[in-house]
């Protein structure tokens, strides 16, 4: 672990639960209504005055958040806008990126931006991976963020907020209008803590948008434009489950396990994101609940069409829903009651008094790698590049039980491995790995072991199962071929002390 990132001391792993911090960290800078308009109205002419009016300069932090997905356009010209203005050497602290972003490349070459502290998918993770970003990267979770900010690791300058619909005194939401994208509650930290507030809408309503995900209070200043991007990107019509019979098979098992371990109950809460394997265990687990007369108490969202059906048709209480990922879950946020709109404070803060994380008696996430310990990895691939970001998954490690559901290989590429390149979660957090060759309960899970000791299903060791796809996949995969000695990004335990380091591609024929 390096001592220090981006010129600031750090502090390595310390095991889970290890650090505990004490006392009082960050709050919002001080502010008077004396400094804003009587009658409310905060709209400005422009993002380059709003930046303007914000005191933009060389060196600062400047946030957005990721719910417009890869339909994202504002990211891209606000960044265009700052360009013009002359400013540089700036950190750009989103809370993910997607391939749209690659817009972006030619503002870390001219040094625009000087790093990133967020996920770098796409074209942004191979430029970083190759060892081209003057920083060093920092990959948080969701909740990682809100911490780092809460904590005061992070101070963020000027925090400029996309939102689907908005009223002239900043309040805000992303369920109405053309680029609606469910619940804002990403941005929440932004609005909360940031020295300078801007929201940028394409859809503005009189006073006051309701329901406001976004308070106007924390707002400084409000700025309509034509579009926030491509709302065909932003949210699809409809989330496919996967075809792929050896990924339902997968989903199968899944819903079978959470049945046969004793976790599907009245009452029982679980969560599973938006990949085709999730899809498909969701759509599993609806009929088994049907068929045993089983009601969850609640869900946890990002929501899709197969979780609004278990809402809608009486299956749970409510979704509680830190985002949205098809128009289905949109409709339902802005309609039903008992779908809640959630944030990383609420659902994900590890330095908060609680959150909904640890109240989650089924967790079902992916993976890129696991390896024989159980340890895991979600941000870089075989070939070391970086892949995506944390997301979630860590702050979701903390769950009743952890279920990684993977396919054994892809592209007959073993995924599971003697050593992960990354490790993002530790094995001791993560309960049962599921793939179409076999469900591995981790030791130290002895009540699940139980549970299973008469189910039919095809209970095996991680290791057993790693023999066979080595075997069938032609032994076991390359290393990535990477510079010990120069190190690209880290990766952040939840707590804020450092849990790896990603270190520099050496590029070559074979990896492009």
Known sequence: MPAEVNGEKRLPFKGIDGFRPKGYKAAPRLATCADYPADGNKLVSGLREALKKAGLRNGMTISTHHHLRNGDALTNLLFDTIKKMGVWNLRWFPSASFPCHEHLLRYLQDGTIHHIEGSMNGPLGKYVSQGQMPGLGVLRSH????????????????????????????????????????????????????????????????????????????????????????????????TELTKSPDRLLIAEYVARFVEEAGIMQNGFSFQAGAGGISLAFVAYLKEQMKAKGVKARFVRGGSTKYLVQLLEEGLTDYILDGQAFDEAGVRSLRENSRHVSTSPFTSYNYHGKGNFAAMVD???????????????????????????????????????????????????????????????????????????????????????????????????????????????????????????????????????????????VVTSPSLH
């Open 362 to 504: 089924v967790v079902v996430l992916g993976a890129t790698q696991v390896d024989v310990h159980f340890n895991a990895n979600v941000v870089t691939h075989s070939d070391g590049y970086l892949l995506h970001g944390i997301g979630g998954w860590q702050d979701c490690l903390f769950a009743k039980c952890v279920v990684l559901a993977i396919p054994s290989f892809r592209d007959r590429i073993p995924i599971i491995v003697d050593e992960v390149a990354t490790l993002c979660g530790p094995g001791e957090l993560i309960d049962v790995v599921v793939t179409e060759r076999g469900i591995a309960v981790n030791p130290r899970r002895r009540d699940l072991l139980k549970a299973l000791a008469k189910s039919s299903l095809p209970v095996r060791t991680l290791t057993e199962i790693q023999k066979e796809v080595y075997s069938l996949c032609g032994g076991a995969p390359a290393q990535p071929r990477v510079k010990k000695n120069r190190a690209v990004a880290v990766v952040e335990w939840v707590d804020g002390t450092l849990l790896d380091t990603i270190h520099q």
């Open 143 to 238: 909740g990682g963020r809100y911490r780092a900010v809460q904590d005061g690791n992070v101070h963020i300058d000027i925090a400029v907020i996309a939102a689907p619909a908005a009223d002239a005194f900043g309040n805000a939401n992303g369920v109405q209008g053309q680029s609606a994208c469910g619940p804002l509650g990403f941005a929440l930290v932004d609005a909360e803590y940031a020295d300078r507030v801007i929201v940028v809408t394409d859809h503005l309503v009189p006073f006051p948008c309701v329901p406001w995900q976004i308070h106007g209070n924390h707002v400084d200043a409000v700025v309509k434009i034509a579009s926030l991007g491509d709302p065909g990107k932003i949210v699809s019509g409809t």
